[in-house]
């Protein structure tokens, strides 16, 4: 079992920064895919960034690449998202999940969801 705990969200103009976080609890953090998915007002939950196990290996959205990196500290058992160069429309609730070792950007492939962070990008 597998508890997550996102934080890092708030307001930040267009153009700035963001650096998003996600504490796990339980054991074996670094068997997990970490995962942000990111849900809008009116749309369906997105992918946006996934990372393997030993941090190896990533994956990202084409609308966030080149802008968001995602990072993992295994020590830490904690999974970072920053975000840059934020646009009006990365608004939305950011959601970190976890697996046990499928590398996906298919939300059904994540078993455990922190509770959300909200970010709001004023343009």
């Known amino acids: 079992q597998v508890q997550l705990a996102d934080s890092g969200g708030g307001l930040v103009q267009a153009g700035g920064s963001l650096r998003l976080s996600c504490a796990a609890s339980?054991?074996?953090?670094?068997?997990?895919?970490m995962a942000w998915f990111r849900q809008a007002p009116g749309n369906e939950r997105e992918f946006v960034a996934a990372?393997?196990?030993?941090?190896?290996?990533?994956l990202y959205a084409d609308s966030v690449k080149g802008r968001f990196i995602i990072s993992r500290d295994n020590t830490k058992k904690t999974v970072f998202l920053q975000m840059t160069s934020l646009k009006f429309e990365d608004t939305a609730v950011y959601y970190c999940?976890?697996?046990?070792?499928?590398?996906?950007?298919?939300?059904?492939?994540?078993?455990?969801w922190g509770q959300g962070t909200q970010v709001t990008v004023s343009s």
């Open positions: 339980g054991r074996t953090f670094n068997s997990y895919t």
């Open positions: 999940a976890a697996n046990f070792g499928t590398f996906s950007r298919t939300q059904y492939d994540y078993d455990y």
């Open positions: 990372i393997t196990g030993n941090g190896a290996n990533t």
